[in-house]
């Protein structure tokens, strides 16, 4: 159940794009609208005080769902989605480096993507700065609770727009 409460305040994330962004869609020849959540796990953990910490998806092993056109073709099925990167900031708030890896199924083959852009996050969610894949994001501790423990692992749930 909370996964899908996730699910659905990501997606509502999405009206918070940059308007710029939407407007994109104009200029570019190919746009898919994406939703995935996956499980990333931090090392050396996310804490109440700032610090700096790295994480990764360990590997491109989760579901993306993408519907629209990708690099010009049509978009037939479920893709795979990893991420690794760089925290730095506290449980309430930060921002960060990443780096996303996935690969989407379309009537044209399989089209690979590897994107690095920024990221700020506040309680419990936050903005994907790119102009190529913006989105929102919702985040679950999965390990530690940030005071008591270093958060270790944790869920995370986004929405996003590809222009490719």
């Not at 049509?74 to 760089?86: D, I, K, Q």
């Not at 940030?146 to 944790?154: H, I, K, Q, S, Y």
Request: charged share 15%; proline share 5%; net charge negative.
């Amino acid at each position: 159940m909370r996964r899908i409460a996730g699910l659905v305040v990501a997606a509502m994330g999405l009206a918070l794009l940059p308007a710029g962004a939407v407007g994109a869609e104009e200029d570019s020849g190919s746009v898919a609208y994406c939703s995935h959540a996956w499980s990333d796990t931090a090392d050396p953990g996310i804490e109440a005080t700032p610090g700096t910490s790295h994480f990764t998806s360990n590997g491109e092993k989760w579901p993306l769902i993408c519907e629209g056109t990708v690099r010009g073709a049509r978009v037939t099925g479920r893709g795979t989605f990893g991420e690794y990167g760089t925290i730095d900031g506290a449980c309430a708030a930060g921002s960060g480096k990443v780096n996303f890896f996935f690969t989407i199924p379309t009537s044209a083959g399989f089209q690979r993507f590897r994107l690095s852009f920024d990221f700020t996050y506040g309680p419990g969610g936050g903005t994907s700065e790119s102009n190529d894949f913006p989105g929102a994001f919702v985040f679950y501790p999965r390990k530690g609770d940030c005071w008591g423990a270093p958060v270790t692992e944790f869920d995370v749930v986004r929405s996003g727009v590809l222009f490719s």
